[in-house]
C-alpha cells in the first residue's frame, strides 16, 4: 500500500491525461487568437453578466477548495492547505466584485464602491492564484517524503486555513471600497480604463504567474501540478488580453471573462473526475487487499486443518508407542525386545509425520472434483467480464484472440476458471508500476496437437530470470501483500486435471502464462 499514491498532488500523471491538458491549453489560447484582433469591437451593455459569471466561478471555486482542504485534511499538508486557502479567498472575492460592479445592483455598485473598487478586486484575486500556487510548490517541497495518512476529518490547520482566507477576503474587500482611495486609480469613469495602471497590474500578475509556471515544471508533476498549469496558462491567456482592453462592453471584455470562467470551470471538472478516479482505485485497492487477506486467512486455516488432521495420526501413534516402549522398560522384568519394536515404531510414525509435512500442498489443494465438458473460449471470455470494471478501473486494455475451431475439454469447470482469474489478477496487479506504458492484455487460444492451449499475455514488468523458475512454488511471490499460494495451487490445479501450466517471458514486457489442458473425447 505504501507504493500507491491515493492523493491528486503526488499521483503522477498519465500520457493520455497530459495529451488532454495539452488540448484544453490549446483551446484557451485559439479563444485567445480569435478574440484579439476583434478585441476593441464595441458591443451592446449587459451589466448582469459580471453577476452571473461571478456566481458560476464562487460555485467552481468554492469546490475546488472543499476537494484541496479534504486532501490537506487527510495528508495532513500544508501546501495544499494554503492552495485550497488561496481558491477559498478567491470564491469569497467575488462577492463583493459582484455586489459593487457598476450597473449591476446600483448605478455605481454597492458597498460604498469607488469608480475602480471592482478593478482592484478582479486584480486581488488574480494575484491570489499565482501566489497560492508558488507557496503550494515551496510547502510541497519541503514536505517531499514525510507524509503521512492520519484519520482526522477537520485539522486544526485547515480551520486556521478558511479563517485566513476569509480574513483576507474581507481586509481587501473594505480596503477596495472604504479605502479606495488609497488605490492607484484603474478606470477614469464607469467604461474607460487608465492604460499605465492597467499595464502595472497585469505587468505583476504576469510575473507571478510565470514564476509560478516555472515551479511547477521545474519539479516532479503530479495530476494537480498538471491542471494548475492549465489554469495559470489560462491566467496568463488573460492577463495578455487584459492589457489591451481600454474599456468595457467590447468583444474583448465580454471574451476576457468568458475564459476566466472557462479556466476555472475546466479545472473544476478535472479535480472533480481525477478525485473520482482516485477514489475508484483506492476502493478497488481495499477490496483487492481484503481478498487477499482473506484468501490469506483461508489458505493458512486450510493450511493448519491439513497439517492437525494429517500428522494427527501418526504423532499420537508416536506417542502411544513410546509410551509402550517406557512401559516395557519400566517393569519390574523389562521386555527389551518389545521395547525396542515400539520404538521402531516411533520412528517409523517420525517419518510418516515428515512425509506428510513434504507433501503439505497436495494435502489442502483441492481435488478434481466434479468434471464436466465446456468451451475453454466460452469459460475465458466470461471470466473476463466477470473482471471488467477492474481492468476498466485499471486502464487496461484486452484483446481476445481465440480459435472458433478449439475442441472443448473436461475438467471442474469452477476450478479452472479460478486458474484464470488468478492468472488475470496477477497480469493486471504486474502493470501497476509501468509507468506511462500502455497496459494491456492479451488472450489467445489454439491447438498444439491433441492438447487444447490458453496463453495470458500482458505488458507489466515481467519475471526475472531467477524467480521464474520459483514462481510456482508454495510461498514464493513477488509481491509485498501476496500469499506466494496462487499461482503453486493453479499449477496443482492443472496438473490434476493432467494438464501443464507454465510460464515465459514476453515479446516485448511482461510475461506469458501458458496454460494447456487435454481436449475432451472426440465425438462421432
Known amino acids: ?7 491528486l498532488f503526488d499521483t503522477p500523471p498519465e500520457r493520455q491525461e497530459i495529451q488532454l491538458s495539452l488540448t484544453v491549453v490549446g483551446l484557451l489560447f485559439a479563444s485567445l487568437l480569435f478574440v484579439f484582433p476583434l478585441r476593441s469591437t464595441q458591443l451592446g451593455e449587459i451589466p448582469v453578466f459580471v453577476p452571473v459569471l461571478d456566481a458560476f466561478m464562487l460555485f467552481s471555486d468554492l469546490i475546488i477548495a472543499t476537494l484541496l482542504y479534504a486532501q490537506a485534511a487527510v495528508f495532513r499538508s500544508r501546501g495544499l492547505t494554503v492552495l485550497a486557502s488561496g481558491y477559498l479567498f478567491s470564491a469569497l472575492i467575488l462577492v463583493p466584485h459582484a455586489l459593487t460592479f457598476p450597473g449591476a445592483f446600483a448605478p455605481k455598485g454597492l458597498l460604498g464602491a469607488g469608480i475602480s473598487t471592482t478593478a482592484w478586486l478582479a486584480i486581488f484575486r488574480r494575484l491570489m492564484f499565482p501566489l497560492a500556487v508558488i507557496s503550494y510548490v515551496l510547502l510541497k517541497s519541503a514536505e517531499s517524503g514525510t507524509r503521512t495518512v492520519r484519520g482526522s476529518t477537520a485539522p486544526r490547520r485547515v480551520i486556521e486555513g478558511v479563517i485566513a482566507a476569509a480574513v483576507l477576503a474581507a481586509l ?4 477596495a471600497t472604504r479605502g479606495h482611495n488609497l488605490l492607484p486609480p ?7 480604463t487608465i492604460p499605465t495602471s492597467l499595464l502595472v497590474a497585469n505587468a505583476v500578475t504576469i510575473a507571478l504567474t510565470i514564476s509560478a509556471m516555472a515551479l511547477l ?3 516532479d508533476r503530479s495530476v494537480l501540478d498538471l491542471w494548475l498549469l492549465v489554469g495559470l496558462s489560462g491566467w496568463l491567456f488573460q492577463s495578455l488580453l487584459n492589457i489591451t482592453l481600454l474599456t468595457r462592453y467590447t468583444v474583448g471584455w465580454y471574451g476576457l471573462n468568458g475564459m476566466t470562467l472557462a479556466a476555472s470551470l475546466i479545472l473544476m471538472v478535472a479535480l472533480i473526475a481525477e478525485s473520482n478516479r482516485l477514489l475508484a482505485r483506492l476502493a478497488l485497492h481495499t477490496a483487492a487487499r481484503e481478498r487477499e487477506r482473506d484468501a490469506r486467512l483461508m489458505s493458512m486455516d486450510a493450511v493448519a486443518t491439513a497439517i492437525a488432521h494429517e500428522i494427527g495420526q501418526p504423532l499420537a501413534a508416536a506417542k502411544l508407542s513410546a509410551s509402550a516402549a517406557l512401559g516395557w522398560l519400566t517393569r519390574s522384568s523389562p521386555d527389551t525386545n518389545k521395547a525396542i519394536s515400539s520404538l521402531r515404531d516411533t520412528i517409523d510414525s517420525d517419518e510418516r509425520t515428515f512425509d506428510v509435512i513434504k507433501s503439505i500442498r497436495a494435502t489442502f489443494a483441492n481435488g478434481v472434483g466434479t468434471l464436466s465438458e465446456f ?3 466460452d469459460l475465458a471470455r466470461e471470466t473476463v467480464s466477470l473482471m471488467d470494471q477492474e481492468l476498466a478501473a485499471r486502464k487496461v486494455a484486452l484483446r481476445l484472440s481465440l480459435d472458433d475451431g478449439l475442441p ?3 475438467a471442474n469447470r469452477v476450478q479452472i476458471q479460478r486458474v484464470l482469474i488468478n492468472l488475470l489478477t496477477n497480469a493486471i496487479e504486474s502493470m501497476v508500476a ?6 494491456r492484455i492479451a488472450i489467445r487460444s489454439g491447438l498444439d496437437g491433441r492438447n487444447v492451449q490458453l496463453d495470458v499475455s500482458d505488458s507489466g514488468v515481467g519475471i526475472s530470470p531467477e524467480k521464474m523458475a520459483q514462481i ?3 510461498f514464493f511471490t513477488t509481491k509485498s501483500t501476496g500469499t506466494g499460494l496462487g499461482l503453486s495451487l493453479s499449477r496443482t490445479i492443472v496438473e490434476e486435471h493432467g494438464g501443464r501450466l507454465w510460464v515465459s517471458a514476453g515479446e516485448d514486457f511482461g510475461a506469458t502464462f501458458h496454460l494447456r489442458l487435454k481436449r475432451g473425447p472426440e465425438t462421432t
Open 1 to 7: 500500500m505504501a507504493s500507491e499514491h491515493l492523493g
Open 172 to 175: 481587501a474587500t473594505l480596503l
Open 186 to 192: 484603474i478606470f477614469r469613469n464607469l467604461r474607460d
Open 217 to 219: 515544471l521545474w519539479q
Open 375 to 377: 468451451s475453454l473460449n
Open 408 to 410: 472443448p475439454v473436461v
Open 434 to 439: 509501468t509507468g506511462g506504458r500502455e497496459r
Open 472 to 474: 510456482f512454488e508454495p
